[in-house]
């Protein structure tokens, strides 16, 4: 089909007029979109064109770092691309040389070449790049040069047809420049005089000073981008904090403005200015200045003024003068993308500018009013400017929506409803004075993050300031959290996978707490092991959640009606998301209710039966009740991975080919484009493709899931939807899997990976494929992906499955001797759910460590007894502890060895628990004496204040002595003086036991 629509682009290359033999000269290639640019014909907000540069014999041309372009829409690159030429002896003597660009587009079709003129024998100058770049073109980064200030700006011809995305149009947040807008007004009866400047902060509504406008005099606005004034209307204005709003036909494509407020003591926030002073000719056109500054807080000023400390001034011979910020009055004063207040005065003779903070205004029923109705059905709320860096980014925007998308909690598709108890008692602790906790737990699905969102909503409307902290924030900066001054909500989603970052943070909240009221919701998929390590962990953290309420949260619709009612809610909203979101115009109605939901089901699952409904009455299709919700909800969204792979013309790789690139990232979140590119080699269908197909590969997997930070793509949503579509792909193709868990593994990316392959083992919807797929891919790897397979065994919601796993793999695995031991090291004693695993390790170790090696041995086989022992099976544990004790002075080959002394104490030890468990005290006492008069050895070596271990053998010598009928209660008595005197708080157990680390070999 011929499409006519296209993007006219105007190449800018920057590149050397001279060589120099023997030196490195940069070029850069970038591309903007031509000003006279209509409509966006595509429906990705993305374009990607490579870029190849070709170079005559004796030209040497190497890129730095990726050679993709990426063209957004609303302008601008993640360019430039970078290439380090480099001349070789006698090239220079040929006279004129000529490089060649070629720009091609995401489909491998070339659309531009430019010819690149060079002259030979020049000497280099300001167009050489640093030498270093010769060096950082061995890691692929980019080099740190300065481009030359030469620029070829050349006029292209159409690219011609282009690979349509669709239509559609989604508001964008714009930098900061593009809101600014030049303010002038009317006076009665005299000119149009310049005033200031003003913000866009919604579609149509501009904010600005009052005394700028006069309070309601004739307005008018031009922004950078107009060439003529626009008349404006002030909606509403006040002395009282010199404000006012202006609604203009300006900015129809942008989103409302981010605001927020200082919340914290912190001494002065970075901030900037941005207005648009006098033009130095009236035929200039208009010119946004930006100068950084320091807020300096809400308090303490008249009326709450905001303070701007700025670092420089646009007339800085007037610095001292009334004047030096002329046309700076209405400016926005930004942190960041989020506006903090609009400049209002300047205090003469100082580089201070005084204006009205965000909070103050917010604070105004008719300005909040105004700004939620030209906000359309965006929440404005108000963002701690200090805490920016730590909250999780924004949703990206997106132009086309998957149907799983509509089911994401943080956007609140479905009004919030039910949870009526479990919002009291979250609002009722929120009330409470000072620092508090509280762990929310559940199934995933069951509406933690929804109730979290619906929590801090309400919070807010009461002023106060909420945090959603993000997974990536440095917890080494977490002391911006310190004097908080204002109530402060901080929630944590998958707490269990953050412990680092809570233990900052409690240790910072505990440290200066005050007296406002600070609240740390967690929430999590479980509350086991890592919630009772993490409470355990430090002082601080064990002082604020030893008391913390920990709440299972319960099923959303426990009965009939309930069910019906939240079936009814979702389906309405759902329908009126899909109707704005696709195109799609599903009546509510038209969604049979013979479906519905059923009682006891989570609210994900009421939330997803009426989006399927909704979906399979607009597509015509009638499925089965009995057919799995996950499984349908995969249905439509492969259909939906079909549709946009056609869309931006990578429809002739296979299925296989594009979902294996999904379960690639779906595993792993990419770091940057060339992790992204290493990832999606991954796939066999890619990995002999060139460069820019599988940046479209990428580009495809952005365009659906879109990352909200500066990663390559997102997550795809809900959670559950991505473990049945891995559970599947793990089934049909386990080498990618396999491969992919290696990847995570070798690079320490395991986190998401393995939690991931946890949940789906898990999971009450997964059959055996999966598990056995799982288990033949740690089998087979066992000693790369034991380890980090292990480490989410207490973070799943029915641990037994994963452990069934790691019990087969442990068992058949091939394991080296050194993984086992450290294994054993790291694992052997631990509690929890991970504890259940001690045997399987123990023999693990066991038949790894060669019978010829005495120390290993011993030490193995009287671990294995220790697990016996602890599990009660005392005649298993007499035959190992005894094994080991007779392998740990003789070698194999009759030499005599001297073991460590703790290594010796602990095998007669476990020795002797096992044969008095067993029904031998007899044979024991001698074996807990050694132990008692071994332990007390190292005691005294190593100087130890606590002797737990002496204790305990003392402890067991003299209930070996109380036998009933034994003669000695002299020598029992003194066992027991000499256990207490080591160690009074020692508590001896029958099951207690001894593990040896390897160490002591």
């Known amino acids: 089909m011929t499409v006519d629509a296209g993007v006219w ?42 870029c190849v540069l070709d170079g005559p014999p004796g030209l040497s041309v190497s890129s730095v770092g990726d050679t993709t372009l990426v063209v957004h829409r609303f302008g601008g690159t993640y360019g430039p691309v970078r290439f380090v030429v480099r001349a070789s002896q006698g090239a220079e003597a040929s006279g ?94 005299g000119p149009a005089t ?30 950078t981008g107009e060439g003529q004034w626009v008349r404006g209307r002030v909606v509403w204005s006040s002395e009282d904090v010199d404000v006012a709003l202006v609604e203009v036909p300006l900015g129809q494509e942008l989103a409302p403005v981010r605001w927020g407020r200082s919340v914290t003591a912190t001494s002065a926030v970075p901030c900037e200015v941005a207005g648009m002073g006098p033009r130095p000719r009236p035929t200039d056109p208009p010119t946004v200045e930006v100068y950084r500054g320091d807020l300096r807080g809400t308090r303490g000023g008249s009326r709450g003024s905001l ?32 506006l903090a207040g609009v400049v209002t005065a300047e205090r003469v003779g100082t580089q201070t500018l005084v204006g009205c903070p965000a909070v103050q205004l917010h604070r105004i029923t008719e300005f909040t009013d105004i700004l939620a109705r030209y906000a359309g059905s965006r929440r ?65 699905g069951e509406g933690k993050t929804r109730l979290a969102h619906e929590l801090g909503r309400r919070l807010t409307a009461e002023g106060w300031a909420v945090l959603w902290l993000d997974a990536g924030a440095d917890p080494r900066d977490f002391d911006a959290f310190r004097d908080i001054l204002v109530p402060a909500l901080l929630v944590v989603d998958y707490a269990e996978t953050r412990t680092a970052q809570l233990r900052q943070l409690i ?27 993490l409470s355990e962990s430090t002082t601080d953290a064990h002082a604020l959640l030893a008391d913390a309420p920990v709440v299972r949260l319960s099923s959303l619709v426990p009965g009939v009606e309930e069910s019906r009612e939240a079936y009814d809610v979702a389906r309405d909203a759902l329908a009126a998301a899909l109707s704005e979101a696709g195109g799609r115009t599903p009546s509510a109605e038209s969604a049979s209710v013979r479906r519905g939901a059923t009682p006891g089901q989570s609210a994900l699952d009421v939330h997803t039966a009426a989006l399927l409904d909704l979906l399979d009455a607009d597509s015509g299709t009638r499925r089965p009740a009995s057919s799995a919700l996950s499984s349908r909800l995969l249905a439509h969204e492969r259909r939906y991975w079909q549709a946009t792979a056609q869309a931006v013309g990578i429809g002739n790789f296979s299925q296989e080919t594009l979902e294996d690139a999904l379960m690639v990232a779906a595993a792993v979140p990419a770091e940057n484009r060339l992790h992204a590119d290493e990832l999606l080699r991954i796939v066999p269908g890619l990995a002999d493709q060139p460069r820019d197909r599988r940046d479209a590969v990428r580009m495809w997997i952005a365009g659906m899931y879109p990352a909200s930070d500066h990663r390559p793509w997102g997550q795809m949503q809900p959670d559950r939807l991505t473990e049945q579509f891995w559970a599947g792909r793990v089934s049909d193709n386990p080498a990618v899997g ?42 087979a790897d066992a000693d790369t992906l034991l380890e980090p397979l292990m480490g989410v065994v207490d973070r799943v919601p029915d641990p037994e499955p994963v452990r069934d796993v790691i019990r087969a793999s442990l068992q058949h695995g091939k394991l080296t001797p050194s993984m086992a031991r450290r294994l054993s090291d790291k694992y052997l004693g631990a509690d929890g759910p991970v504890g259940d695993l ?48 007779k392998g740990l002075i003789w070698g194999e080959q009759g030499e005599r060895i001297r073991p460590s002394q703790f290594r010796t104490a602990a095998v007669y030890f476990n020795e002797a628990q096992a044969l008095a468990g067993s029904g031998s005290p007899e044979e024991a006492l001698p074996a807990a004496v050694a132990a008692a008069r071994a332990f007390e050895e190292v005691s005294l070596r190593e100087s130890a204040h606590d002797h737990p271990h002496v204790a305990m053998a003392w402890h067991l010598v003299a209930s070996l002595y109380r036998v009933d009928d034994h003669p000695d209660d002299a020598a029992a008595a003194l066992a027991a003086d000499t256990a207490l005197l080591y160690s009074p708080l020692t508590v001896y157990s029958p099951r207690a036991s001894v593990f040896i680390p390897y160490g002591e070999a």
Not at 315 to 335: I, K, L, M, N, T
Not at 514 to 527: F, H, Y
């Open 96 to 189: 004129d040389l000529e490089l060649t660009l070629t720009l091609v587009t995401a489909g491998g079709v070339p659309f531009r070449t430019i010819p690149l003129p060079l002259r030979g024998g020049g000497s280099g100058g300001a167009d050489e790049a640093s030498e270093q770049a010769a060096v950082e073109l061995e890691s692929a980064v980019e080099a740190v040069v300065e481009p030359e200030s030469a620029v070829a700006p050349v006029r292209p011809e159409s690219p011609g047809p282009a690979t349509p995305f669709g239509s559609g149009r989604r508001r964008r947040q714009p930098a900061l420049a593009e809101r600014v807008v030049r303010v002038r007004a009317r006076t009665p009866g």
């Open 9 to 50: 682009l105007r190449p800018v290359v920057s590149w050397p007029q001279e060589i120099e033999a023997g030196r490195n000269h940069l070029v850069t290639v970038d591309v903007e979109l031509d000003d006279a640019q209509g409509e966006w014909p595509y429906e990705s907000e993305e374009y990607a064109i490579a």
């Open 738 to 779: 396999a491969e992919v868990l290696a990847h995570a593994a070798a690079t320490g990316r395991t986190e998401h990976a393995f939690l991931l392959v946890g949940r789906l083992i898990a999971s009450d919807s997964a059959d055996a494929g999966p598990r056995e797929a799982v288990t033949r891919i740690v089998t």
């Open 307 to 338: 303070h701007i400390e700025m670092r420089s001034s646009p007339h800085a011979e007037q610095a001292d003068r009334r004047g030096a910020w002329r046309g700076f009055a209405g400016s926005p004063v930004y942190c960041g993308d989020v």
């Open 507 to 533: 240790r910072v909240l505990m440290r200066s707490a005050g007296e406002e009221r600070v609240k740390l919701l967690m929430l999590a998929r479980t509350a086991g092991a890592w919630w009772r390590s």
């Open 380 to 444: 404005v709320d108000l963002e701690p400017l200090e805490w920016l860096a730590f909250a999780e980014p924004p949703a990206a925007p997106r132009l086309r929506r998957s149907p799983a998308d509509l089911l994401r909690a943080r956007d609140e598709v479905v009004p919030f409803c039910g949870r009526s108890a479990e919002l009291n008692d979250l609002m009722d602790w929120a009330g409470e004075d000072g620092l508090d906790a509280w762990l929310l737990h559940g199934p995933g």
């Open 838 to 885: 001690a045997l399987a390790i123990a023999n693990a170790a066991q038949r790894c460590a060669p019978v010829t090696d005495s120390p290993y041995y011993s030490i193995a086989l009287s671990n294995v007894a220790g697990v016996l022992i602890r599990a009660g099976r005392f005649d298993e544990a007499r035959e190992a502890g005894t094994a080991a004790r």
């Open 194 to 223: 310049l005033r200031g400047s003003g913000c866009i902060v919604a579609a149509g509504l501009v904010l600005t000073a009052a005394h700028v406008v006069h309070g309601g005099s004739d307005v008018e606005v031009v922004g």
